[in-house]
T-cell receptor, first 117, second 112 residues
Framework: GAVVSQHPSRVICKSGTSVKIECRSL??????MFWYRQFPKQSLMLMAT?????????EQGVEKDKFLINHASLTLSTLTVTSAHPEDSSFYIC?????????????FGPGTRLTVL | EDQVTQSPEALRLQEGESSSLNCSYT??????LFWYRQDPGKGPEFLFT???AGEEKEKERLKATLTKKESFLHITAPKPEDSATYLC?????????????FGEGTQLTVNP
């Protein structure tokens, strides 16, 4: 149980294009999902909190017009990196909160490696 | 401000050499403390939730303990497949939306 998938696992795109990453909770419903970014040998940096049916909450310094988040259902959240540039190259990881668990554990997806040329 | 500090940053062990990883935290009130394991190029894998001082959880060669100021992840007779980065995270009381605060992680290498 508590499986989260991400698609794609790896994407290479040209500068200026947009990239969409999907995050799905496969065996539980997630009213809240989270999007993280991780640089090499560093810990996870929270970018935004995605709430089903409402607007995402972005962390300070994260451009909401660049990183578009949509949480259309209880099992799916998407992150779109718009007009990607080389500095957006990173490892993006989503997590989903299982609201039926007492302490709201978060379960993470396998991550998406984005490379912008 | 909530803070999580993990030590050591990196740890090398020989197979079978037991040791402990430390996670010190400062929060106004603790709702839960979580341990994750992360392999290179993958997302973190959930290991344990601890929520009250004195609590212990075990899974195979791993045992997590909690006090009011820190948590330990004890690794007994580790094997090379235990090599990974171990992350500690806290969920403070009153946190809306379950926003976690992560430590920087401990990179564990177990040599055969």
């Amino acid at each position: 149980g508590a499986v989260v998938s991400q698609h794609p696992s790896r994407v290479i795109c040209k500068s200026g294009t947009s990239v969409k990453i999907e995050c799905r909770s496969l065996d539980f419903q997630a009213t809240t999902m989270f999007w993280y970014r991780q640089f090499p040998k560093q810990s996870l940096m929270l970018m935004a909190t995605s709430n089903e049916g409402s607007k995402a909450t972005y962390e300070q310094g994260v451009e909401k017009d660049k990183f578009l988040i949509n949480h259309a259902s209880l099992t799916l959240s998407t992150l779109t990196v718009t007009s990607a540039h080389p500095e957006d190259s990173s490892f993006y990881i989503c997590s989903a909160r299982d609201s039926k668990r007492v302490y709201n554990e978060q379960f993470f997806g396998p991550g998406t490696r984005l490379t912008v040329l | 401000e909530d803070q999580v500090t993990q030590s050591p940053e990196a740890l090398r062990l020989q197979e079978g050499e037991s040791s402990s990883l430390n996670c010190s935290y400062t929060v106004s009130g603790l709702r839960g403390l979580f341990w994750y394991r992360q392999d290179p190029g993958k997302g973190p894998e959930f290991l344990f939730t601890l929520y009250s001082a004195g609590e212990e959880k075990e899974k195979e060669r791993l045992k997590a303990t909690l006090t009011k100021k820190e948590s330990f992840l004890h690794i007994t007779a580790p094997k090379p497949e235990d090599s990974a980065t171990y992350l500690c995270a806290v969920l403070p009381l009153g946190t809306s939306g379950s926003r976690l605060t992560f430590g920087e992680g401990t990179q564990l290498t177990v040599n055969p």
